[in-house]
């Protein structure tokens, strides 16, 4: 299995535990990724997808929360409205792209800069 490099805007913020085993397996089933984009939400949900080489969505949206069996009521509602949002980061999958790439990807997803 490939290596994963996990960076953010603001420098390397590696994945939890449960995090990663998530990320694995959004990866394995995303031929075309170049790495997975997580979004932690301040209720404790993640929102996790797949990104191709031009920052487009190569998997569906995933939302789960750790150790529970659904999302919280709240994502129920709002789907994990960006204004709840805590942390942010793009979980790169080896080989990473190019910083140049890198950037634009977390640009268009994240909406912030490396």
């Known amino acids: 299995m490939a290596k994963k490099q996990h960076t953010s805007g603001k420098g390397v913020l590696p994945p939890e535990k449960g995090e990663q085993a998530m990320i694995e397996g959004i990866l394995e089933g995303s031929p075309d990724a170049v790495g997975v984009a ?32 659904s999302i919280c009521d709240q994502c129920s509602v709002d789907h994990g409205d960006f204004s709840r949002v805590t942390k942010q980061f793009v979980s790169w999958k080896s080989p990473e792209p190019d910083f140049y790439t890198k950037k634009m990807i977390v640009t268009k997803v994240l909406g912030t800069e490396e």
Do not use: F, T, W
């Open 38 to 69: 997580v979004i932690r939400l301040n209720c404790g949900c993640r929102k996790m997808a797949a990104l191709d080489q031009a920052g487009d969505p190569a998997s569906k949206i995933i939302m789960y929360r750790d150790n529970a069996e």
